[in-house]
C-alpha cells in the first residue's frame, strides 16, 4: 500500500521530496543520495523529463529506489506517449512494485531540450487519471479489453498551480483532477504564505475534497529566484526573500564564506514549511530541491519536521 | 484555404540536381493567394533558375491544383515540351495530383503549413487542425485542438503567463480565451461544471477518403 496514502490516512503532515533521474544510464548519484532521503520523506517523486529536457525515464529511477527500499512516486505526463503507452508504462510501474504516481499534462517539447521530438499530448493530466480510474473501476484497458490478472490501483495524484489568473480556472481544473481520481495534490512552489492562504480558501469554497501538499523549493541565490520569476509560470518569490538572498551573497563576499546564499534558502524553505504545519494550512509539503537533494534532509530537521 | 511558404531555394536546386529543362505548375486558389503559386511567383522563379542556368519550357496554373481532372486537362500543354521535370508550386495536395498526371519527376517548391483562415489579404491564421470530431460547441467557438499547443480538453495548463502562452508568447492561452468568451455569453458556470471526455482520436487516422455518392446509396439503402 503506498505509505504516502497511509500517512495522510493516519493524519500525518506528509513529506515528499523530488528527484530527477540522470542524463545518462548511471543512477549511482541519486541512489546515494536517496539513502539520505530513507525514512525521512514518505515518498520520492521522479520526475517525468521535467522542463521537457531529455532525462532518464522515471519508470526506470523509480525501479531501482523501490530495490533499495525507497518509496518512488512515478510522474507520468502525456507529452511523450500515447494513451496505449502510458497505460502500458503504468502496467509494468506496478509490476516493479511502484503504487503511487503523480499525472501531469508535461511541459512543450518546444520549451525542452530536444525540440524535434514530436509531441503527443493523447491525454492531459486529466484524462490519464480519468483513464487509470476506469481501468481500476473496470479492469478493462484504454481499449476497453479485459486486463488478465490482478489490476493496478495506484494512489493517485497531480498538481495545481495556485498563482495563476484568473484563479477560478485553475480550481475548476483542481476540480476535475479530483473528480478524474486525484487523491492528492502536490502545488507549483510557493513562497508567498499569504497568497497560499487564499488559494487554500479558494480550494474550500469549491468544496474540493483532497490531500494538498505545498510546493517547497529552496532557493539557491537571488538571481535563480530573479530568472524563476521572469521564466517559470506560477512561480512569484517577494522581494523580501529576493534581498535576503542577495544580502547573504554580499556577507559571504565579505567574509570569504562560501554557500550563504544557499544557506539563506535553506532557512527560508524550513520556515516557510514550519509555518505551514505549525498553522495547519495544507496536509503536507513537497520539497522540489532541483540537484540539492542533499538538503532536503537539513531542510527538514531545521524545519522540526519528523515522519 | 491551405497555407504553403515557398521552400529555400538551394533546397529545390538540389532536388532538380543536374536537370536543366523544366515546366512549373502553378494553383490559381490557395497557393495565388498566399504568394507561393500565381503568375508573379511564376515568373519570379522562372528568373531565378534562369541564373542558374535552368530553362524554364512552360508553365500553367489550374484554378485550383487538387482537381484531378483539371489538372489532367491543363497539364497536357506541357506534355511535349522535352522538359526532364514539373516543379509543382501548389500545395502538397495540389503536387501529389500534379504527379498523378505525368510520368516525369514532379519536385515541389513549396512547403505546405496548415489550414488557414484569411484574417485579410496577407495575413493568414491556423484554425483548425481537422481532427475529426469538432469540439468548439463546448469552447465557445475556439479550437482548442488548434489553438492550444498541447491540444488540451480539460482546461489550461500551469503554463500560461498574462493570457499568453509559453510556447510562443506572441500567441493567446486558448483556454483564457475559451474563459473569456464563455463568461461573456453567461456561460461561466458550463465553463467551471464541464467535463469533456477525452478526445479520441480514430477518427484521425489516415489516409481519408470519401464517396458521397457511395454514402447517399448507403443511407438511401
Known amino acids: 500500500m503506498s505509505v504516502l496514502k497511509e500517512a495522510f490516512d493516519a493524519g500525518k503532515f506528509a513529506v515528499t521530496a523530488e528527484m530527477a533521474p540522470p542524463k545518462g544510464a548511471d543512477f549511482s548519484e541519486q541512489l546515494e543520495v536517496a539513502q539520505l532521503l530513507k525514512g525521512k520523506v514518505h515518498g520520492i517523486n ?18 531501482a529506489l523501490k530495490a533499495q527500499g525507497l518509496n518512488p512516486i512515478i510522474q507520468m505526463t502525456g507529452r511523450d506517449r500515447s494513451r496505449m503507452a502510458i497505460m502500458g508504462d503504468m502496467l509494468s510501474a506496478y509490476a516493479l512494485g511502484i503504487d503511487t504516481m503523480l499525472a501531469l499534462t508535461g511541459d512543450h517539447t518546444t520549451v525542452g531540450d530536444c525540440k524535434e521530438s514530436k509531441p503527443v499530448f493523447d491525454l492531459d493530466s486529466v484524462g ?11 479492469g478493462l484497458d484504454c481499449g476497453g479489453n479485459e486486463i488478465t490478472g490482478t489490476v493496478p490501483k495506484f494512489y493517485k495524484g497531480a498538481c495545481v498551480t495556485p498563482v495563476y489568473e484568473p484563479q477560478i480556472m485553475q480550481i475548476a481544473k483542481l476540480k476535475k483532477k479530483v473528480d478524474a481520481g486525484a487523491e492528492y495534490i502536490q502545488t507549483q512552489g510557493i513562497f ?72 539563506a534558502g535553506i532557512e527560508m524553505a524550513a520556515e516557510m514549511i514550519s509555518q505551514i504545519k505549525e498553522e495547519g494550512l495544507c496536509d503536507g509539503v513537497h520539497i522540489m530541491a532541483i540537484g540539492a537533494e542533499k538538503n532536503v534532509p537539513i531542510i527538514l530537521e531545521k524545519a522540526g519536521i519528523e515522519i | 484555404m491551405i497555407f504553403t511558404e515557398k521552400k529555400p531555394i538551394d533546397e529545390l536546386l538540389s532536388m532538380i540536381g543536374d536537370k ?36 524554364v519550357l512552360g508553365s500553367v496554373i489550374p484554378d485550383e491544383s487538387c482537381q484531378k481532372m483539371l489538372v489532367k486537362k491543363e497539364i497536357k500543354a506541357l506534355r511535349d515540351l522535352g522538359a526532364e521535370c514539373v516543379i509543382s508550386m501548389a500545395c502538397g495536395n495540389g503536387a501529389q495530383t500534379v504527379a498523378q498526371n505525368t510520368d516525369l519527376p514532379v519536385y515541389p517548391a513549396n512547403n505546405t503549413m496548415y489550414l488557414a483562415q484569411v484574417e485579410r489579404i496577407g495575413i493568414f491564421n491556423e484554425m483548425c487542425r481537422m481532427c475529426g470530431n469538432c469540439e468548439i460547441g463546448h469552447t465557445a467557438g475556439i479550437c482548442p485542438i488548434t489553438k492550444c499547443a498541447k491540444s488540451l480538453v480539460n482546461g489550461p495548463c500551469g ?56 454514402k447517399a446509396e448507403e443511407v438511401a439503402e
Not at chain 1, 497568497?195 to 538571481?223: C, E, Q
Not at chain 1, 523580501?240 to 556577507?251: G, N, P, S, V
Not at chain 2, 512549373?24 to 531565378?48: Q, R, W
Request: negative net charge.
Open chain 1, 192 to 263: 508567498d504564505v499569504e497568497s497560499f492562504k487564499r488559494f487554500m480558501d479558494a480550494v474550500d469554497k469549491a468544496n474540493i475534497n483532497v490531500h494538498i501538499m505545498a510546493g517547497i523549493i529552496p532557493l539557491k541565490a537571488a538571481g535563480m529566484a530573479k530568472f524563476m520569476n521572469a521564466n517559470v509560470p506560477g512561480i512569484d518569490v517577494p522581494d523580501w526573500m529576493i534581498e535576503r538572498l542577495a544580502a547573504a551573497a554580499a556577507e559571504g563576499k565579505e567574509k570569504d564564506i562560501k554557500g550563504l546564499p544557499a544557506k
Open chain 2, 20 to 55: 536543366r529543362k523544366v515546366v512549373l505548375v502553378g494553383c490559381g486558389s490557395c497557393a495565388t493567394s498566399c504568394k507561393t503559386g500565381g503568375e508573379e511567383e511564376i515568373a519570379e522563379l522562372t528568373a531565378i533558375l534562369g541564373e542558374h542556368g535552368i530553362e
Open chain 1, 128 to 138: 490519464i487519471l480519468n483513464m487509470l480510474s476506469q481501468m481500476e473501476e473496470t
Open chain 1, 46 to 63: 521522479v520526475t517525468d523529463m521535467q522542463s521537457a529536457c531529455l532525462k532518464a525515464s522515471s519508470i526506470g529511477l523509480c525501479a
Open chain 2, 159 to 214: 503554463g500560461q503567463k498574462n493570457g499568453k502562452c509559453e510556447v510562443n508568447p506572441e500567441n493567446d492561452c486558448a483556454w483564457i480565451l475559451i474563459y473569456n468568451k464563455m463568461k461573456e455569453q453567461g456561460r461561466e458556470d458550463e465553463f467551471i461544471n464541464q467535463l469533456n471526455p477525452d478526445k479520441g482520436y480514430a477518427k484521425y487516422s489516415y489516409p481519408r477518403s470519401d464517396n458521397l455518392k457511395k
